[in-house]
């Protein structure tokens, strides 16, 4: 009697369409890679017909929206003349290499700024602005060498990574709200994605600004000596194992030299 009646309760459990058949914690895995792929898609289709865009928008329209964002948005902190001799020299560098693209001819001023910083570094704004730290104006001597990282700067202006940039964020922001609907775990999973993919991007751009520069130094100079001389310092001042290129936005020091040299 008791065997009947466990048969029977094990018969209604499994002609039960209510119960599931399925492991839950397979179910909810699907669930998550399901949203990861639907994330990565969005964002990735998004990125790329974004960039085509800004890739053949006017002159007119990029100066636009650089003056809006340039006027929105708070700059470094920043102090001029310190180093007047220097930034003059960097200006004159700066002058040349507008003189070899018309690409970076009749666009912004490209405004040379020092700013506090003891690294060895220089990035461009939105508007076109130069930053450079004084840990590079004190270290850098080499005109050639700064030839290479002002070169490089503006390869990032004429490629426009700076639009490319903040529109790769807004699509981040933008697919966090309509995907997730607020909530934290979703929205979690998009910034990361976003993040890696932006990783990738940003190595790629670095790779591009680079080959620009090392085209400009050889264009200028007549060889790119100037590039390789940098990039061999820049190694020997650096003190992270190469493994940490993965997490970073630029390639190692290590593949860029060896992408240069290859040139």
Avoid: W
């Avoid at 929206?65 to 006027?71: G, K, L, M, R, V």
């Avoid at 461009?124 to 002002?150: A, H, Q, R, W």
């Avoid at 940098?230 to 993965?246: D, G, H, M, R, V």
């Avoid at 997490?247 to 290859?262: C, G, N, V």
């Amino acid at each position: 009697m008791k065997n009947d009646l466990e048969q029977r309760y094990i018969n209604m459990i499994e002609n039960n369409v209510n119960v599931g058949k399925t492991n839950v914690g397979i179910e909810f895995i699907s669930l998550v890679a399901g949203v990861v792929v639907l994330c990565f898609v969005i964002y990735f289709c998004a990125d790329n017909i974004s960039n085509f865009f800004i890739d053949r928008m006017s002159t007119e329209t990029q100066l636009k929206i650089e003056q809006t964002i340039s006027a929105s948005s708070s700059k470094p902190c920043t102090f001029k003349n310190e180093n007047e001799e220097k930034i003059k020299n960097l200006e004159n560098i700066r002058n040349t290499i507008i003189s070899q693209d018309k690409n970076l001819q009749n666009k912004s001023k490209f405004n040379i700024y020092e700013t506090p910083n003891e690294e060895v570094n220089a990035f461009v704004y939105p508007d076109g602005s130069i930053y450079v730290t004084d840990g590079l104006l004190n270290k850098i001597n080499d005109n050639e060498m700064l030839t290479f990282i002002m070169a490089h700067e503006l390869g990032h202006y004429v490629h426009r990574d700076h639009l490319k940039t903040i529109s790769r964020q807004i699509i981040a922001y933008t697919a966090n709200t309509i995907i997730s609907g607020g909530n934290q775990t979703s929205g979690t999973t998009i910034n990361n994605i976003s993040s890696l993919n932006e990783l990738k991007h940003s190595r790629s751009q670095e790779i591009n600004a680079d080959k620009y520069a090392n085209k400009m130094v050889y264009k200028i100079y007549g060889s790119n000596s100037g590039a390789v001389k940098f990039f061999q310092y820049l190694e020997k001042e650096e003190k992270a194992p190469e493994f940490t290129q993965y997490f970073s936005t630029h390639p190692s020091t290590k593949q860029r030299l060896e992408l240069i040299k290859k040139r």
